[in-house]
């Protein structure tokens, strides 16, 4: 039974058991249609969100909007290291265009709320996990980067408003290769029963 479950990708459990990212580079096509990544995106902001302050926005990079995100990256990267090896900017051009689609998520807290920022950004981390699962659900693979590109300030102004930052560029596609798992933790290493402390 416990064998069936975990290969049948229409239970919910087996869909969680199996998630794993693909490497950006490696994906192929197709995308998501508009369809389907709307319904990605809509899943994604199905979360815990204290306050109801959806602190987090989905900025998508079109196909058409690839080589502006080249020339932006290089541009970020020559601002961040002007001594970049052509290798490495060969790196940057290949991360603007690689993989069938692109999400940037922003996290975009409210500042001064009574609703603690940790807490936000803790929302739009659940925001990126479910964006990736629902790709999972749909058929596709995702892959969560941030690398230099998520904290160059001249990337972050051109997706991010004031006071918002970059919380990974979430490419979608097919798996180009077969894809690898890493280890998982043992539960026992991650996991205790609480000991409530002697006195308090
Ligand atoms: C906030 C965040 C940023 C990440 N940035 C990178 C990155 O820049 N490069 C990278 O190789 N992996 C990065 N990762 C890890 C991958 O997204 C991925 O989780 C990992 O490679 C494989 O784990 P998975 O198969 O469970 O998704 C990041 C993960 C998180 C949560």
Request: aromatic share 8%.
């Amino acid at each position: 039974m416990h064998n069936r479950m975990l290969n049948d990708l229409t239970s919910p459990l087996s869909l969680l058991e199996t998630r794993r990212s693909g490497r950006p580079r490696d994906m192929v096509g197709p995308g998501p249609t508009t369809e389907q990544l709307d319904r990605i995106l809509t899943i994604a902001s199905r979360i815990p969100d204290h306050g109801k302050l959806s602190p987090w926005r989905f900025v998508i990079v079109g196909d058409e909007q690839r080589e502006d995100l080249a020339l932006l990256l290089r541009c970020a990267l020559q601002a961040e290291d002007p001594c970049a090896t052509a290798a490495h900017h060969e790196k940057a051009d290949q991360f603007a265009r690689q993989a069938a689609a692109l999400v940037v998520l922003v996290c975009a807290p409210a500042q001064g709320h009574k609703i603690p920022v940790w807490e936000q950004e803790l929302s739009c981390g659940a925001a990126g996990m479910n964006l990736l699962m629902a790709a999972h659900a749909l058929g596709f693979v995702g892959g969560w980067i941030t690398g230099w590109q998520a904290y160059s300030p001249m990337v972050r102004d051109a997706f991010c408003e004031a006071g918002e930052r970059i919380a990974g560029f979430f490419f979608i596609g097919h798996p180009g290769v077969e894809l690898t798992d890493r280890p998982r933790p043992q539960l026992d290493a991650i996991s205790r029963r609480w000991t409530p402390p002697k006195q308090f």
